[in-house]
């Protein structure tokens, strides 16, 4: 038994629940088990009392026991001792969560600034985790410079208001966010913040998200520094009397050092700025103790001038102890190299290279039928000759081992029964093979290896499923089994044939696959016939061919083969297997079809088929059908032979694809007619009903949703169809509420007009968001939020919140990312450390493949607090201009470039501007024209031909906004506001767009439609935006 672990006769039970909590400053005095006082570790060599390897808090020294546990080194876990600090010091861990409980606060009372009885208050209450509550009520009290009363509140309202608070009204300065001078700032202490969250009561702690019982707020403030045992912090014997301790001890000791001379400056009466010095400097070594990588402080460092390594480097980062060492393992008898492919190879062989064969060993034990095959290998030793492997090692019974690089004489290389032979690998040795991620049971199989030249490891390609491997640089790891019982797990439970179909879905998760799977539809064709000599020289490639060749299927002029007859050799005579293939028709019956689409194998003979799909994967396919009745050997031989045959053969028939196959024939286009021209008629069928209110809602859904819930059902043929279509969406906001609603541009049943179209599915989002479009989805970033549209199904998903506020924003995206450009209150640190505040004009970046923000990108210089035009991108740059035409910019995300322009500039294209292949447009109402604007031609603003009469028509140019977006390849869409009868209307204009090569390549346009797609007048449109689906 294991001295670390003895017996102990208490019960065993579950564990249930785990509960985490910060440890309150009791809990580290009744912890600990010493004061610790001084900072030195030792005394003429022995461990000092009172000091930090005092023999209280554990050993380290094989020598001394533990004088707590009275424990050796081995046995002894270690103990924690503490220190009292001089004053409340702050621990940089919890310095987001502080700084968020005091904007919470009143600084007078400790109330919660908000009051019970308002909105926000009352919304943040209704949510249940308490990490997001916090930070609700953080929203609710931002604003609050003063403590909320109840007084004052029944002052402001005609009826009593229930005593509930009883906050004190007090104004708080220190919370004044407006922008003022440096001088106005105040710093607060951490005994100041203390005495401020002591006085929270155990009732606002449950509000702001915290269990008083296990994390009270002014536990977040350090009063008593736990001092963490010697094993944590080890010291290294450099020689007999010299010990190099840790960087930690070195740490401690420093922060023992100043916590003494801050005590010793307090009783002699020191000025308060000698105090607030010494303060600064202890906060400054407990901070660096924790972390030493905090942004904007220096670096704690050695004498050398290397950084220490604090508490938290030893934690995070892929060489910290959970990650390096919980959730990484190291083992010995691993190789690890990149995969390539070998289809010449078993599906259970794994292809080994020479170098990692004469380096890892086997401890075989040598018995009387190896004992000659053993002494052959131990006399090669550990350099055998090309083409052969040896041994490194001989381990006598009684444990001696032998090294065969330094035995000399042969005499030593003698063995007996009952040793061990440490030998290099062979072929047919069992290994383990696994590709990190391992998600499930196949990420880890069982091979046997074949040792074959150059540097990679050989793998079959029908393995490379299960591993969900490539062989674009993919690496795989090889692990050695040891003993006799890790073998026969391999050989009976991890083996390859034994992983065939999958325990989690019952179908198979490797099949045929690649050039073999397109050789298998070939060959088994009707008309696919093979000449003698091809037939004789496929037959060699199969394993247990006996000599005894079948007879010819047909026999004059020449002898010819069927490719069904080389399956029929592979296949176990015990199959019998009848399927459709996947192009069969219904009107195809009887016993023979005309296409060939029966899979028919009767005793192991393919009457007729057309192998492909069979071959797959699939829940039933001819591999299932082996592994079940026959064994998983059958199935490991019958994959291995269908690729070996099949492949050789395919040698000899070559394949190749034209461009004439890419185009689709008279049938296909038929068909895909046939399909658009059936959604078009089921949609205007639904439109139809949906107007005149003759739509049966489906159970749980209103009318509405029923009608958008089948008309994406019908848009699901468009895409098996590959083709795309542009969604226009307007958000029209309400002039009397101010409610903003989402609509999208519909088709009329009864003509070819457009309409305005409520999506009923949206929720209102703001109208002062930035409305990005990626893809088929549409990105909304507002103050602090931000959602993502899925145009496709309708359906809104929040996203991670931007990392800081951002005001007078625009955005676009580059390359699938999306830059947000506007004004922030972003934190500078100089380069001796003084850390300031001010506005900027930052460029936040968010990744929409992966969901996540970049940091933050800061340009000095830039005019905050302007009001900016939406931002359009042009040969992926983004170009944006001032409202009031003061300033054009244009940002060059790749590079994190700015230019001004002042030709883009001199047009007030502000806002409802659009590009179309990488040329602006905008509809100038004052000009009665459609301005163009093309980077790339002569750099400066045309008016697009031949729409003067329509604008002119339509006078434009009275109403007060127009918008233009674009709606097709080439095409644009002209909104503006119209009165009609005396009632405000908004029409929509499709406009048609052509350069013309003579005259300049000028741009002309050419209305299409122009219809009244709105005819609510208290409705203005905010945004519009395009999206691909």
């Not at 809104?796 to 390359?815: L, Y």
């Amino acid at each position: 038994m294991d001295t670390r672990f003895p017996f102990s006769p208490a019960e065993v039970s579950k564990v249930r629940v785990v509960q985490f909590g910060i440890l309150s400053p009791d809990e580290i005095r009744q912890m600990s088990v010493m004061h610790v006082e001084h900072s030195e570790t030792t005394e003429k060599g022995k461990p000092k009392v009172g000091g930090l390897s005092d023999a209280r808090l554990g050993t380290i020294d094989r020598k001394v026991k533990c004088e707590t546990c009275m424990a050796n080194m081995a046995e002894c876990p270690g103990h924690f001792g503490h220190l009292e600090l001089a004053k409340p010091m702050y621990h940089v861990g919890f310095m987001k969560t502080v700084l968020s409980i005091m904007r919470c606060v009143c600084f007078n009372c400790s109330k919660i600034l908000a009051h019970e009885e308002e909105h926000k208050f009352k919304q943040a209450m209704k949510i249940k985790n308490p990490k997001n509550r916090l930070k609700k009520i953080l929203e609710a009290c931002k604003n609050k410079t003063k403590c909320a009363d109840d007084d004052n509140l029944e002052e402001d309202t005609d009826r009593p208001v229930k005593k509930l608070r009883g906050g004190c009204g007090a104004k708080n300065d220190e919370l004044n966010q407006l922008p003022e001078p440096a001088a106005m700032k105040q710093t607060l202490g951490a005994d100041r913040v203390l005495s401020v969250l002591k006085r929270i009561s155990d009732e606002d702690c449950q509000l702001l998200g915290f269990n008083p019982k296990y994390a009270r707020p002014d536990w977040m403030i350090l009063e008593v520094l736990p001092i963490p045992p010697p094993p944590v912090r080890p010291s290294v014997m450099m020689d007999a009397t010299s010990r190099s301790e840790d960087d930690l001890t070195h740490q401690l000791a420093m922060i023992i050092r100043h916590n003494e001379n801050l005590k010793r400056q307090e009783k002699n009466g020191a000025p308060a700025h000698i105090i607030s010095e010494f303060t600064q400097l202890l906060q400054f070594h407990i901070a660096t103790y924790f972390d030493n990588e905090l942004p904007g402080q220096p670096r704690a460092t050695q004498k050398s001038g290397r950084p220490i390594k604090s508490i938290c480097s030893r934690l995070k980062a892929k060489e910290g102890r959970i990650r390096g060492n919980l959730m990484g393992k190291r083992v010995d008898f691993s190789a690890r190299t990149v995969i390539t492919p070998d289809p010449t190879i078993n599906i259970d062989e794994l292809g080994v290279p020479w170098s990692i064969a004469l380096n890892l060993t086997y401890p075989e034990t040598v018995t009387p039928y190896n004992i000659e095959r053993l002494k052959e290998l131990v006399d090669y030793g550990p350099h055998p000759p090309p083409g052969k492997t040896g041994a490194k090692y001989i381990i006598r019974d009684d444990g001696q081992r032998l090294d065969l690089r330094y035995l000399k004489k042969s005499s030593d290389h003698h063995l007996e029964l009952g040793y061990k032979v440490e030998r290099h690998l062979i072929d047919g040795d069992f290994v383990l093979f696994n590709r990190q991620p391992s998600l499930h049971k196949m990420s880890i199989m069982g091979h046997r290896i074949r040792i074959m030249p150059y540097s990679t490891f050989r793998l079959n390609l029908s393995v490379t499923s299960p591993y969900n491997a490539d062989f674009d640089g993919d690496e795989m790891n090889m692990h050695v089994p040891q003993s006799f019982e890790t073998r026969a797990e391999v050989l009976e439970l991890m083996m390859v044939p034994k992983c065939i179909v999958s325990p989690q879905a019952n179908r198979p998760v490797m099949g045929i696959v690649q050039d073999t799977l397109l050789g298998c539809r070939k060959i088994t064709k009707r008309d696919t016939f093979i000449e003698k000599d091809v037939f004789m020289n496929t037959l060699m490639w199969w394993e247990d061919f006996d000599g005894k060749v079948p007879a010819p299927a047909i026999l004059k002029p020449r002898p010819l083969w069927t490719g069904k007859q080389v399956f029929n050799l592979i296949i176990p005579k015990q199959i019998n297997l009848f399927r459709y293939s996947a192009w069969h028709s219904d009107q195809e019956t009887g016993y023979i079809t005309p296409g060939d689409t029966q899979v028919r194998i009767e005793r192991g003979a393919s009457r007729w088929n057309s192998l492909q799909k069979t071959l797959g994967t699939g829940n039933g396919s001819l591999v299932h059908v082996i592994w079940e009745e026959v064994g998983p050997d059958a199935a490991r031989k019958f994959l291995g032979h269908t690729q070996w045959l099949v492949n050789y053969w395919l040698l000899q028939n070559g394949f190749t694809i034209g461009i004439g196959d890419t185009i689709a024939d008279s049938s296909t286009m038929e068909k895909i007619n046939e399909t658009i021209s059936t959604a078009k008629t089921a949609v205007k069928d639904l439109i139809r009903q949906f107007q005149e209110k003759k739509l049966d809602p489906e159970p749980g859904r209103t009318m509405t949703e029923t009608f958008e819930n089948r008309v994406n059902q019908l848009y699901k043929r468009r895409s098996l169809l590959g083709c795309k279509e542009h969604r226009v969406y307007a958000l029209l906001r309400d002039a009397n509420t101010g409610q903003p609603r989402f609509h999208i541009l519909h088709r009329k049943a009864t003509n070819s007009g457009n309409r305005l179209v409520v999506v009923g599915s949206l929720p209102p989002i703001s109208p002062h968001g930035s409305f990005v479009p990626v893809g088929s989805k549409t990105y909304v970033f507002s103050d602090l939020e931000a959602l993502c549209i899925d145009c496709a199904s309708h359906t809104v998903q929040p996203i991670s919140h931007m990392p800081q506020r951002m005001t007078r924003k625009v955005a676009n995206a580059v390359d699938g990312k999306v830059y947000l450009i506007g004004d922030s209150f972003c934190s500078f640190v100089d380069e001796d450390g003084t850390s300031w505040e001010a506005w900027r004009k930052p460029v936040m970046v968010f990744d929409t493949q992966t969901q996540t923000w970049e940091s933050v990108r800061i340009k000095h210089g830039l005019p905050y607090g302007a009001l900016w035009s939406e931002a359009v991108v042009m040969e992926d740059k983004i170009w944006l201009r001032s409202l009031r035409k003061q300033h054009a910019f244009v940002y060059e995300p790749r590079e994190s470039k700015w230019e001004v322009d002042e030709v883009l500039n001199a047009e007030d294209w502000g806002k409802g501007a659009c590009v179309i292949d990488d040329v602006l447009y905008y509809h100038n109402r004052p000009e009665k024209a459609l301005m163009a604007f093309d980077p790339k031609q002569s750099r400066c603003w045309s008016v697009v031909n031949g729409l003067e009469e329509f604008v002119a028509v339509e006078e434009t140019d009275q109403s007060m906004w127009s918008r233009v977006v674009k709606c097709g390849e080439k095409k644009l869409a002209l909104f503006f506001p119209k009165k009609r009868d005396e009632n405000d209307v908004i029409c929509c204009a499709e406009i048609a767009l052509e350069r013309r090569q003579g005259g300049g390549g000028e741009i002309w346009g050419k209305v299409l439609s122009c219809d009244v797609v709105f005819e609510d007048g208290l409705f203005d449109m905010v945004k519009c935006v395009s999206v691909t689906v």
